[in-house]
């Protein structure tokens, strides 16, 4: 049987031979009540208003005996009466080789002006979250192609880590950085409730031609409606997936983890759920674990991600922060004030962990990185007094040694944004420094 013809009776089997509907009783904000149809929550439905125009939607909830969905779009031309439809499936995604160098949206719908991609299989955006038992142990690094990272906080294939900030630090130039000089056979980039302006400038200059040639791009904008923005995080993780089940390495970038929950707390808030922390509904945190628990390293491939996270007012026991850390494998904190003096990237080494780092690096690798985190922390503990003139030079051996080593250590973790710096590289310039200072 052709893979054509698989595709199709495959859709005939989930798909169901006629349409319960119902009829629309109530919109309120963009949550329609309606009597029926029969449908399940996560399930597809389409509004037919009354000029014919079919709005997609899907089943977010109940209310009683009523369902409650929410249009994919927009609820706009819809009113009282307007019938329901069922379609008896949820929400899938084409994925295949083709997708590679293309930019779409949350539906998988081209928008970079390039006819539709082949799709070599339609998969479930909610995809199952691996059995742990499917799970291979973490013992390959992966070369990001930031010094500072590759060389202090060495992620592994497979690694899930977070990129901590408040805005405007650079987390964008952060992830241009990596999606251009990732060792990964794949990236895939998710950009969820993006700024309308800011797509095609990380287009062209973030990511670059060459970066997007080996990479595919999912796209939804601060204007859509919270399920697009909850479903390009969700497209983006299904397309990863499609490429590690390929038995490749993959690099899954996803921009913002903040937005896509703002993106399910709106959701679960019109369903009526009640809100929690900071406004949040309990599903939300289900949510996000449920989405960074499909990264990993499996028997077959692997998808190592970074999420990248919004701190308000960089602050680092905000309750989403502090949820996020607790499910990720390390994080990487950006500081506003490393920022203000012109240090790029502006990567905290201090604040930032990498839990993988002792599994995936050599004993002498480990070693060198302990002495340089050593003297960071020791010239951060009593930059005051050095600042002030207060410190005695031969008082403390160890800050004396800070202090001599303090210029090569800030020429070690500057990097330019177009500068390449491949993981050997970083290693080579690790041994350097350690053995100067």
């Not at 149809?37 to 009683?64: K, N, T």
Request: hydrophobic share 45%.
């Amino acid at each position: 049987m052709t893979p054509l013809l698989s595709r199709y009776f495959a859709h005939l089997e989930r798909g169901q031979p006629w349409r319960w509907r119902g009829q629309v009783l109530e919109s309120v904000g963009q949550t329609i009540e309606s009597a029926g149809p029969l449908a399940s929550v996560g399930e597809c439905c389409e509004i037919e208003d009354r000029l014919g125009r079919l709005h997609l939607a899907e089943v977010i909830g109940f209310r009683g005996s009523n369902v409650l969905s929410m249009p994919v779009e927009t609820s706009e031309g819809i009113r009282f009466g307007d019938t329901v439809a069922a379609l008896g499936v949820t929400p899938e995604i084409g994925a295949g080789p083709a997708l590679m160098g293309r930019v779409l949206n949350a539906l998988g719908k081209p928008i970079d002006a390039g006819p539709p991609p082949a799709a070599a299989a339609s998969l479930p955006l909610d995809g199952a979250v691996r059995s742990p038992l499917d799970r291979a142990p973490i013992r390959a690094p992966l070369g990001t192609g930031i010094r500072a990272i590759d060389a202090l906080l060495t992620v592994g294939r497979g690694q899930r880590v977070g990129i901590f900030g408040g805005s405007g630090v650079g987390k964008s130039t952060l992830i241009g950085m990596m999606t251009r000089n990732t060792e990964a056979d794949v990236t895939v980039v998710g950009l969820v409730g993006e700024r309308g302006r800011e797509v095609g400038e990380f287009l062209d200059d973030a990511l670059g031609p060459e970066g997007l040639a080996r990479s595919v791009v999912v796209v939804s904008t601060s204007d859509q409606s919270p399920l697009m923005r909850v479903r390009a995080a969700l497209a983006a993780t299904t397309v990863a997936e499609f490429f590690a089940a390929e038995g490749k390495d993959v690099l899954l970038v996803l921009d913002s983890l903040t937005r896509f929950a703002m993106a399910a707390r709106e959701i679960g808030l019109a369903a009526g759920e009640p809100p929690t922390a900071k406004g949040y509904t309990p599903s939300v945190f289900a949510r996000l674990a449920r989405l960074v628990e499909r990264a990993g390293q499996f028997r077959s491939g692997s998808i190592t991600a970074f999420y990248t996270v919004l701190m308000e007012g960089d602050d680092q026991q905000d309750p989403l922060v502090d949820a996020v850390r607790s499910l990720l494998d390390g994080h990487v904190v950006l500081s506003r004030a490393l920022a203000s003096e012109g240090w790029y990237p502006p990567i905290e080494v201090l604040d930032s962990i990498s839990r993988l780092m002792p599994a995936v690096a050599a004993a002498e690798h480990r070693e060198q990185a302990a002495l340089v985190r050593k003297l960071m922390a020791v010239y951060a503990r009593s930059e005051d007094l050095v600042r002030i003139g207060a410190y005695k030079p031969g008082s403390d051996a160890d800050l004396d040694r800070a202090l001599r080593a303090r210029e090569a250590m800030r020429a070690f973790l500057t990097q330019d944004a177009h500068e390449q710096v491949h993981f050997a590289g970083s290693l080579r310039s690790l041994a350097q420094l350690a053995a100067e200072v």
